[in-house]
């Protein structure tokens, strides 16, 4: 079981995670590579010309590891999996919590944080996997905030953090680019409050919440661009 920072409990917690590279005697070469929002553990796929012998995360000298996020559909526990046991936070399907059992969280996933992804990888990386030491965290955007999670909460830990395309702290604005995206989904007639038939997603709400996305990204740029040429004398 895994309790969550809302204090909620997750059982039967499964993490799909990745490797590379061998683990050395001293247990001190690992790199770990979280993912964006919406990635995976399959580095290979998305950072396939920054992995492999002599590149920046070089399977020769390292070990490279990668876990799904908590929450993601690909492969850790999610609003895919089936809830295992009566549980009092999710909702009744048809009179009380145990008929919930052997159906999926669907809508009454539990809201997860970047930390309980953090928290759940450590046990994956030290008590499963046998790490002593982090040679660094690479990530960038949600994979940046959970480097910024793994230096602060294991110091000890980590040697080196690589935080790339985030922030500390997210800005008043971007909340509200956030919350546009998310009403998009929600505003999709098939999302139903999660529960969501499989053969009919949200999809067209997904779709244009993910077409808000890379434009936060532009106008982000955008606005650091302009702000530089204006200190440069630009105009």
């Not at 929450?71 to 549980?87: F, K, N």
């Not at 702290?169 to 546009?180: F, G, K, M, P, R």
């Not at 929600?186 to 999302?191: C, F, I, V």
């Amino acid at each position: 079981s895994f309790k969550l920072e809302s204090g909620l409990v997750l059982t039967n917690v499964r993490v799909a995670y990745r490797t590379w590279g061998r683990l050395s005697a001293a247990a001190d070469n690992c790199l770990f590579v979280p993912h964006a929002l919406t990635g995976n553990a399959a580095v290979n796929t998305w950072w396939a010309a920054m992995l492999g012998d002599g590149r920046p995360l070089d399977t020769s000298r390292y070990f490279v590891v990668s876990a799904n996020m908590l929450g993601s559909c690909y492969g850790t526990t999610s609003p895919l999996d089936t809830v295992s046991e009566a549980t009092p936070w999710v909702a009744p399907r048809g009179g009380t919590p145990a008929e919930a059992a052997g159906q999926r969280y669907a809508g009454d996933f539990p809201h997860t944080t970047i930390r309980d992804s953090v928290r759940l990888h450590h046990l994956l990386l030290v008590h499963e996997l046998g790490v002593r030491a982090v040679h660094a965290v690479v990530g960038g955007s949600a994979g940046g905030m959970q480097a910024l999670e793994w230096a602060i909460m294991y110091p000890e830990l980590v040697r080196r953090a690589v935080v790339m395309a985030c922030c500390a702290a997210q800005s008043a604005w971007q909340l509200a680019i956030s919350e546009v995206q998310r009403q998009s989904i929600y505003r999709d007639p098939d999302w139903n409050l999660g529960f969501y038939a499989l053969d009919t997603p949200p999809a067209h709400g997904l779709s244009i919440a993910r077409q808000n996305a890379p434009r936060r990204v532009a106008q982000a740029w955008g606005l650091r661009l302009q702000r530089a040429r204006c200190r440069l004398g630009g105009g």
